[in-house]
């Protein structure tokens, strides 16, 4: 048979239709074409599954490939033995034909995911996303099954390699180590960036351009403005061991300021050996200290806090402070709420980008607070390596969503689906960091209030 025979068969089979092969056997080279063809075109699509520029991990994509040899040999095993040569034509025209028959259902499948990472406002949520892939599978293993059959004769043999196919299936969805294509790092800025920052140098300057800092920081704070809802933030990135916590801080200071008329209400608490002179220290007692400066010089009433937190966490649901060789405890929920409730401050929105972030719902939660997580309490969050340019979730939330919605229930909402494809991407093993949200039933009016005034007029 030519080619593009065997090509219209295997078309077929995906149809259910029934193989017209006889007892044809495709060549050497004939059978090379037909398994890498099919292979070459999913690789193709599923490029596009990632929205900006993606990088080509070889050995995940070389992985899978057992699969398909562990699969010839249990069809081999299953069918009849009639001779070496027949044997061998039968093997060789249903390995053609399966490289075929399930192509159409894995490229369905590849093109919802891409849909999902380049329309994740507008594309069906993770639960229709999963349902249509799983529906896909299904019909893709039917198209197989039906494929197979007359190649195994008896239906005990079929029923022998079905099981087969499932069992390894369920093996290699365990033992992939992730996609083909991943998201690939903003190499103008993190080709030079060093895997650990240099450590901080104490000196009698430093600790004297902390004191100043302090001051100049507080003294700064542009007061509330009467009869208008204004937005002071409070910034904290304690670990300077990663760079990523310096440049994600900085990127929340900057949308606060542009999106959320907060220029000049922000307060960024950072540790960093290069910013030992330029940013006061986020340590636990300056933490204290930024909330009540900032309770004096806003309206604890009817003002918003908007505080985010970017760090390490741990199960123990503490947030990871390093400043080497400056000793920094690490902060709990529980410790932020005090000095929260200290404050007086009412209406808090709270962010906390860090693994098993989730445990701070509870704690932190009150009838006016908003409290967003990376992660719930058991699962970790992604994109807080050296080599991040952002965490995953910040990225999502601040950097993406809040730059064209001030609604921050919205933003989370369609940053979720964001976060959960990028996770997929990047073969994230150890489940969805599934982040969370607490709304207060007090806050809300709030924030929608404050919402229409800035669009209205045009805060940017």
Not at 334 to 354: C, T
Not at 382 to 398: D, K, N, V
């Amino acid at each position: 048979m030519p080619l593009w025979r065997w090509i219209q068969e295997g078309l077929r089979g995906a149809a259910f239709l029934r193989a017209r092969t006889g007892n044809a056997a495709p060549g050497p080279w004939q059978l090379l074409v037909l398994v890498v063809l099919p292979a070459a075109a999913l690789l193709a699509v599923e490029r596009f599954t990632v929205a900006g520029p993606a990088q080509f991990e070889p050995v995940a994509w070389l992985a899978p490939w057992w699969l398909g040899l562990a699969l010839l040999w249990c069809a081999w095993c299953a069918m009849p033995s009639d001779g070496v040569s027949a044997s061998g034509g039968r093997l060789a025209a249903w390995f053609a034909l399966s490289s075929w028959v399930p192509l159409p259902a894995l490229l369905l499948s590849s093109a919802l995911q891409v849909g999902s990472a380049r329309y994740p406002g507008t594309w069906p949520g993770p639960g229709v996303l999963d349902g249509g892939m799983l529906v896909l599978a299904l019909l893709g293993l039917a198209a197989l099954f039906r494929m197979s059959a007359p190649f195994f004769v008896t239906r005990t043999r079929m029923a022998l390699f079905a099981l087969a196919v499932v069992l390894l299936m369920g093996v290699g969805l365990w033992a992939f180590p992730g996609p083909a294509w991943t998201e690939a790092a903003e190499a103008s800025e993190l080709d030079d960036d060093p895997a650990e920052p240099e450590p901080l140098r104490l000196s009698q300057d430093v600790f004297e351009s902390q004191q100043g800092l302090w001051q100049r920081q507080v003294q700064g704070l542009a007061a509330q403005r009467d009869g208008v809802v204004d937005v002071y933030g409070l910034v904290f990135a304690p670990y300077a061991s990663e760079n990523v916590f310096r440049r994600e801080s900085a990127l929340v200071r900057e949308v606060l300021e542009q999106r959320f008329d907060a220029r000049g209400r922000v307060i960024q608490l950072l540790n960093h050996a290069e910013t030992a002179t330029t940013h006061v220290w986020a340590t636990p007692q300056n933490l204290q200290r930024a909330v009540a400066a900032i309770g004096a010089r806003m309206d604890r009433e009817h003002d918003v806090l908007v505080v985010y937190l970017t760090s390490h966490g741990g199960q123990d649901h503490q947030l990871a402070a390093s400043h080497w060789p400056l000793e920094v405890p690490s902060i709990s929920p529980e410790m932020l709420r005090q000095v929260l409730d200290d404050s007086g401050i009412r209406h808090r929105v709270i962010a906390v980008s860090a693994c098993y972030s989730g445990g701070w719902i509870e704690p932190l939660a009150t009838d006016a607070t908003l409290v967003m997580t990376a992660a719930d309490a058991t699962h970790t969050s992604y994109g807080c390596g050296h080599r991040s340019e952002l965490t995953f979730f910040g990225r999502a939330l601040f950097d993406e969503q809040l730059r064209s919605t001030r609604s921050f229930t919205r933003a989370f909402a369609q940053a979720v689906p964001v976060i959960r494809q990028r996770e997929i991407d990047a073969g994230k093993d150890d489940g969805f960091s599934n982040p969370q949200i607490s709304v207060g039933p007090a806050i809300s009016p709030v924030l929608d209030a404050l919402a229409a005034r800035l669009a209205a007029e045009g805060s940017d």
